[in-house]
């Protein structure tokens, strides 16, 4: 079964540090950009982060942009979010998602393109 699973979520203070992972199974990301979407009750999904298969040109949104951090590791077949300073507005489901690009460095900071989606993880900033 083709599938991507995030971990890492949980209960974080404001001010905290989170890494969620994004590991594939039943496929190899090598050839997968891979994006971080997030979801807060009540709102849209909304791109977060992505990095490119080649792991080259990372983007993210401007609310994160030097907070969050996209990484991936190959060689264990996982993608990470680091999230630093979080904020009571960082609250949200949180999901990766994998597609493949013609161009291999590029990704795409929005839903349209990504072919597999994991289930979510929660992520809630409170005092």
């Known amino acids: 079964q083709l599938q991507l699973v995030e971990s890492g979520g949980g209960l974080v203070q404001p001010g905290g540090s989170l890494r969620l992972s994004c590991a594939a199974s039943?496929?190899?990301?090598?050839?997968?950009?891979i994006g971080w979407f997030r979801q807060a009750p009540g709102k849209e999904r909304e791109g977060v982060s992505c990095?490119?298969?080649?792991?080259?040109?990372?983007n993210y949104a401007d609310s994160v942009k030097g907070r969050f951090t996209i990484s991936r590791d190959n060689a264990k077949n996982t993608a990470y979010l680091q999230m630093n300073s979080l904020k009571t507005e960082d609250t949200a489901v949180y999901y990766c998602?994998?597609?493949?690009?013609?161009?291999?460095?590029?990704?795409?900071?929005?839903?349209?393109?990504?072919?597999?989606w994991g289930q979510g993880t929660q992520v809630t900033v409170s005092s």
């Open positions: 998602a994998g597609a493949i690009f013609r161009d291999l460095h590029y990704c795409s900071g929005g839903n349209q393109g990504y072919e597999y």
């Open positions: 039943g496929f190899t990301l090598d050839y997968y950009a």
């Open positions: 990095i490119s298969a080649t792991g080259g040109s990372p």
